[in-house]
Each structure stands twice: as C-alpha cells, then as structure tokens.
C-alpha cells in the first residue's frame, strides 16, 4: 500500500536515451533502459500523481495510469517537456540526453565510397534540457520543483554536489557505480542542501517508492516556510 502522497499534483518525468541522427540510417545515443524513469512514473502514480513522461527510444511498456510522449531527440524532448511544465509541480529529469548531436544531418543514407575514407562528424551541443526549465523556473519565480539524477563514472559525490549547484536545482540523484544500465535494481544517493544521503541498494521500483516520497516531503515542507 502507497499513501498518496502527491495526490492531486502533476508529474513530469524524461526517460530513457535521446537518439541523434546523422542519416535517415545511423546516428549517436546514450546508454539508457529507461526503467529508472519509468519506475518513478509508476510510483508517482501510485501516489495519486497526474503523470506524464517523455520518453526517449526505451523498450518499455506504459506504466498504467500514466501518459507518454513518445520523442527520439534531445530537442524534441525540450519541446515536449516545455509544453508540459507550465501545468506540472514536480519535474524529474532522469533521461540519458545526448550531449551533442551532428552537426548536419543527411536527408540520404551517406554512402561508402569505396576509397577506404571515413567520414568525420562534427558535433554541436544540444540544450540541457533539465537547466532550461530550471532557470526558467527561477525567472518566473515558479513552484516547480525540479529533481537531476547524474551517472558519472568517478567521483559521484563531488560531481553530484556541484550538478545540482550548477542546474539550481534542490535534489540531485546519484546513481552509485557500478553504472547499472538495464539492471532491475539501482543504489541511489540524495543530495539537497543538508548533505548527501546513501540509500540501500533496491530494486527500482523500491527506490522510485522511496525517492516519490522523498519529492512529497521536501515540497510540503517547502510550502510550509
Ligand atoms: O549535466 P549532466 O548531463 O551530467 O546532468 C544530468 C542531469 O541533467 C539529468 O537529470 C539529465 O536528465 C539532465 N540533462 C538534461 N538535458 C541535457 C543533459 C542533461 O535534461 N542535455
């Protein structure tokens, strides 16, 4: 049994990797299953949330209850989202968002032209997604409360503490290596401006339970200074 906690709010969640195409054929991604995200909209929606996801290219099937927007690109996941946050309370970034794309893209597969040469891609930067809608969060001097996760490779803590400086965002999520692309289970750290806080290592959906309260928590006492 889940306390709905967040009923009566609204949730929007990105998941999953972006895909960037270089031809109608080929592009760069990330390595992400989605099911962290997908966790979470689960156990938003068992807490009496309105949810809504962005989901990037994830083999995975629609939480019940729950409304997905289907995207592959990171630009196409900023326009989805953006047309989602003005009527959402809490944002949670925990898509895999392609840090650059090509920079031209081709409207016909690129061919092999048999000379041995590779081409060479140039790459330009996509938005970051999870700092647009914070700052302009800021400037409007709204109530959305927005939530980061970060997968790094070394030296979670530090990188975590200054993500979530960096974006102006009240809770980052760690994911504690090894990185757990696809796995069923996770271990998450939490970090707001009391500190930094290990939870045990869960199934995701467990820890979707627990960080969906976490969020309830911290808004209601928000709301309460
Ligand atoms: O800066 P970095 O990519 O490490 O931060 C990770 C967090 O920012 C995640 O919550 C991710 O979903 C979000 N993000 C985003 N758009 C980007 C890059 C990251 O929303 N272009």
């Known amino acids: 049994f889940q306390p709905k906690v967040l009923a009566g709010k609204r949730v929007l969640i990105t998941a999953g990797p972006t895909f960037e195409a270089m031809d109608p054929i080929r592009g760069i991604t990330n390595h992400s299953s989605g099911k962290m995200g997908f966790a979470i909209a689960r156990a938003a929606r068992e807490a009496g949330a309105d ?9 995975l099937a629609t ?28 944002f949670v970034a925990t898509a895999a968002v392609a840090d650059w794309r090509p920079a031209n893209t081709s409207d016909e597969k690129i061919k092999k032209d048999g000379s041995g040469a590779a081409p060479t891609v140039r790459f330009t930067e996509n938005p970051d997604i999870l700092l647009t809608v914070a700052q302009g969060e800021r400037a409007r001097k709204g109530a959305l409360f927005c939530v980061g996760f970060a997968a790094e490779s070394h030296d979670l803590v530090a990188h975590a503490q200054a993500k ?41 959906l467990v820890l ?13 006492a928000d709301s309460r200074t």
């Open 208 to 220: 979707a339970r627990t960080l969906v309260a976490e969020i309830a928590r911290r808004m209601f």
């Open 63 to 90: 939480p019940r209850g729950v409304a997905r927007v289907d995207v592959q690109s990171a630009r196409q996941m900023l326009d989805a989202t953006l047309a989602e946050t003005p009527r959402a309370d809490v």
């Open 51 to 59: 949810v809504t996801l962005v989901a990037g290219p994830v083999a």
């Open 164 to 204: 979530r400086a960096r974006k102006g965002i009240p809770l980052l999520v760690g994911n504690i290596g090894p990185l757990t692309f696809g796995l069923d289970d996770n271990q998450l750290l939490l970090v707001d401006e009391h500190g930094v806080r290990e939870l045990p290592r869960a199934s995701k």
